[in-house]
């Protein structure tokens, strides 16, 4: 049988544990989001459009049409049907360019089942050709010269990630550099 002091050990032992449990839970704080670094986020101005709301997660996502750089005519809404990822850049930003490959990895590994479409913010369309061509970028880029689509997106930041499923609804919204394990871990939970 035990003694009282000994039982008061192993209850200040237990209860010493929890403490440091508790304060290393909240010290990880597991419940954020840890799938992109706020510290890799260029600032940038492309003007507020205010005729309507912010996009947001749940919400239809606003409609666009622009050329590409190879000249097709892309309309958003007539890519319903398979999910879209929004990609929001720049070639000069250094933390959109270091994404750009992890970004293609994964657009390749669901070609098919996803369309990434890349807006690149106050750009000229020779020199995101110039800058797609040698990073062999493929899919749908798009030079936003007039800032008129992230100005409709409301971008503050980039990189800017806006993960839209089959239907045209916004389900994640991601500002900063993705990791390739995170944005293969979103485009997996988006196609299914």
Known sequence: MMSRSSIRNVLVIAVTT???????????QPWKSTETDPSAVTSVDVGSSSDHPAPAVGVEATDFTATTITGDTITLSELRGKPVWLVFGATWCTNCRSEAPDVQAVADAY??????????VGEASSTVKSYADRLKLTGPQIADTSNSISSAYDILGIPAHFFIDSS??????AVGSLTKQAATDIVARLVG
């Open 111 to 120: 070609a098919g089942k996803i369309t990434v479409v890349t807006i690149y």
């Open 18 to 28: 929890v403490v440091i449990l508790g304060v290393g839970v909240l010290v990880q």
């Open 168 to 173: 045209g609804t916004i389900q994640q919204i």
